[in-house]
Structure formats: C-alpha cells, structure tokens
C-alpha cells in the first residue's frame, strides 16, 4: 500500500464514451501528477499540478482533461479517446516542494488504471 | 525530458544469482531513484541517490549515484523468485527544471527456483 489509491483499476470504454479516473493520495503531499505506460516505452508523464495548480501539460491532446478540485485528489476526464490512448494510466504524488531546498522530488505510485480502447 | 538509456532490457536468471543493471543519461542529475513494478501494479520506490558518489543499500539491493552523475547502476545479491518484476531508474534534475521525472524504458527480471 502506497498511500495512493486509483479507481477503477480497470476501464472499457468506446470511443465516444466519456469517463474519469481518479487517484486520491493520503501522504500529505502537494504535488500530483498523471503518466502514461504503454508497452516498451518510458513512462510519459502527462500532468503535473502543484497546490492545485497545473504546472505542466506535456502536449497532451486535449481528449484527456485534468482536474485537481485540492492537494489530495486528481481527476483525469477522458472524452472521445481513440484505441491508441489505450494503456496504464498511472498517478503519483510527491512532498511539498520547500523554496530553496534540494528538490527531492520522491514520487509515490497508485497501482494504476488499466484502460482499454474499443 | 530526457531519455535515459537502460540495460540490459531484460535478464532471466536462477535463483541465487547476483544481478546488475544500469541507467545512463546524456544530462546530469542530481538526484536517482530505483523503482520496481510488479504486474498489475504501479512502481514502488527500492532506493533514493542524492550525491555523486553516493552508495546505498536496501537489504539485497544496492545502488550508487555515479560520480559524473550521468549514470547510476543496481545490483541485486542472491536473487529470490520474489524479485521478479521490471525495474526503473529514474533521474531528475533540480528544482528549476520543474518536476518531471525521467524514466529508463525498464529491466525485466525473470528469476527461476
């Protein structure tokens, strides 16, 4: 148990469904993120939120819609996705980032969304 | 970010072998982390370098931070069937370069009784 929960843990959805995935962190941490795995490729990181807001948007397509309502949730809303979106849909969350100090930047895993495209 | 180059890609070992594995990169870092992924589960944490130099160990595993901290290896001692699984490593720079993480592709590691 990481202390990063996500739900659900597996998706089937078509094409023209809309759906969300969660993750939810019960480490304190103030900063989350949301990463793509797909087979034989490094992880690719695909949102970073800081205190609720998003730093980081790595040319996401726009098919895939965060949202962090506070420090401790994470939403993915996913409209319209295509078979190629399917893979492990993975969040993580890191300690607050102090001002001046080594960022440690130790990120903690939920187990995943495994989600499939049809 | 930056994409690291791990190796190898994957080992498939008897129980009791030692195991060795490493991540370069063509950027500097100033922190490396070890991660390991069971299937149908997200990675977890093994070890955290923070200094050029630097040694670490976790029971049977052991990491070091190289010293033009472009690199970092593991090894895993006496291999168990529980170690089976893919390993990350993952390297980031400091703060003004934001928060991302760079991940190696991973090695699998199969370990037969």
């Known amino acids: 148990e990481t202390g990063v929960t996500q739900t659900p843990r597996h998706l089937v959805m078509g094409m023209t469904n809309k759906k969300s995935l969660k993750c939810e962190q019960h480490l304190g941490h103030n900063a989350m993120y949301w990463y793509k795995q797909s087979a034989k490729k490094p992880l690719e990181l695909m949102f970073v939120y800081n205190f609720k807001e998003q730093t980081e948007n790595n040319s996401v397509p726009s098919r895939f819609s965060p949202e962090c309502p506070n420090s401790s949730h994470l939403f993915l809303h996913l409209h319209t996705l295509q078979p190629e979106d399917s893979a492990l849909y993975l969040c993580a969350s890191s300690p607050r980032q102090l001002a001046g100090g080594l960022n440690k930047n130790i990120q903690y895993f939920g187990a995943g969304t495994r989600l499939s495209v049809l | ?113």
């Open chain 2, 1 to 113: 970010g930056q994409q690291l180059n791990q190796s190898p890609q994957s080992m498939f070992i008897q129980e009791g072998e030692d195991v060795s594995m490493n991540c370069t990169s063509s950027s500097i870092f100033n922190t490396w982390l070890w991660y390991k992924q069971e299937p149908g589960e997200g990675p977890v944490l093994l070890i955290a370098l923070y200094k050029a130099g630097e040694l670490t160990s976790n029971g049977r595993l052991t990491a070091q931070f190289g010293i033009t901290r472009k690199d970092s290896f593991l090894n895993i001692s006496a291999s168990i069937p529980s170690d089976v699984g893919i390993y990350f490593c993952a390297g980031h720079f400091n703060s003004n370069s934001g928060y991302a993480l760079n991940f190696g592709k991973g090695t699998s590691l199969l370990v037969t009784p």
